[in-house]
C-alpha cells in the first residue's frame, strides 16, 4: 500500500537558520509528489509540486524540494526561515495520477526569534 | 476570484444527531474532494466526487457516512448518528478536472459531545 512517512513531528529552528524537512514515501512507480503548509486554523496551500523532470523542484515563498528516486525521498528546504514560516507541514502523494492525495502525519515547525 | 468555501467553519453536535456539512468548489470545479483530519494526524482521503457521481469512495467508512455533489448547489458530507470518534477536521479540495490541482478549503472543525 501507498504510504508517507514525515519523521520528525515537531522541529525548531532560529530565523535565519536553514531548514530541511524530510519526507519519504512507498510507491512502486514515481508517484506526483506534493509539499502543503497548513498555518492553525486554516486550509492547506500547495508550496511545490513534482510530477516529472528536473527533480529539483521550485516553489513559492522561498521553498524548494528534491526528488530522490533511490531514496524514496522527496525532502523540502529553505535556506534562511523567517518567523512567519512557523506552520504545520504536510507531504503528499499522488499514487497513479492526482485523483487522490496520500497524506503523510505532518512536522510541526517553530521558529525562534 | 472565490476560493473553496466551506460552512459551518465549526459544527459543534451532541452524539446520536445529525452532521451535514458543505462545500462550495471553486467556480467553474466540477471535481470535488473530501478529507477528514483527525487531532495530531494528516489528511485522509474519503471520497472523490464529480457532478451527479461518485467517483471513489474508498476512504468512506461503511457506515453512517454519504456525499453528494448535484448538479445544482454545493457538494454535501452527510455523517448521521455521530460519535465522539467523528470529532475531526474535514476539508473540501476541488478541481476543474481529473488529474488537475487540488485546492482545498479552510476546513470544518466537528466537535461532537
Known amino acids: 500500500a501507498q504510504s508517507v512517512t514525515q519523521p520528525d513531528i515537531h522541529i525548531t529552528v532560529s530565523e535565519g537558520a536553514s531548514l530541511e524537512l524530510r519526507c519519504n514515501y512507498s510507491y512502486g512507480a514515481t508517484p506526483y509528489l506534493f509539499w502543503y503548509v497548513q498555518s492553525p486554523g486554516q486550509g492547506l496551500q500547495l508550496l511545490l509540486k513534482?510530477?516529472?523532470?528536473?527533480?529539483l523542484v521550485q516553489g513559492i515563498k522561498g521553498f524548494e524540494a528534491e526528488f530522490k528516486r533511490s531514496q524514496s525521498s522527496f525532502n523540502l528546504r529553505k535556506p534562511s526561515v523567517h518567523w512567519s514560516d512557523a506552520a504545520e507541514y504536510f507531504c503528499?502523494?499522488?499514487?497513479?495520477?492526482?485523483?487522490?492525495?496520500?497524506f503523510g502525519a505532518g512536522t510541526r515547525l517553530a521558529v525562534h526569534p | 476570484n472565490a476560493g473553496v468555501m466551506q460552512n459551518p467553519r465549526h459544527l459543534v453536535r451532541r452524539r446520536g444527531q445529525e452532521a451535514r456539512l458543505r462545500c462550495s468548489p471553486v467556480k467553474g470545479h466540477s471535481h470535488v474532494y473530501w478529507y477528514r483530519q483527525l487531532p495530531e494526524e494528516g489528511l485522509k482521503f474519503m471520497v472523490y466526487l464529480q457532478k451527479e457521481n461518485i467517483i471513489d469512495e474508498s476512504g468512506m467508512p461503511k457506515e453512517r457516512f454519504s456525499a453528494e455533489f448535484p448538479k445544482e448547489g454545493p457538494s454535501i458530507l452527510r455523517i448521521q448518528q455521530v460519535v465522539r470518534g467523528d470529532s475531526a477536521a474535514y476539508f473540501c479540495a476541488s478541481s476543474p478536472g481529473q488529474g488537475d490541482e487540488q485546492f482545498f478549503g479552510p476546513g470544518t472543525r466537528l466537535t461532537v459531545l
Open positions: 503528499a502523494v499522488a499514487p497513479g495520477g492526482y485523483n487522490k492525495l496520500i
Open positions: 513534482y510530477f516529472s523532470g528536473d527533480t
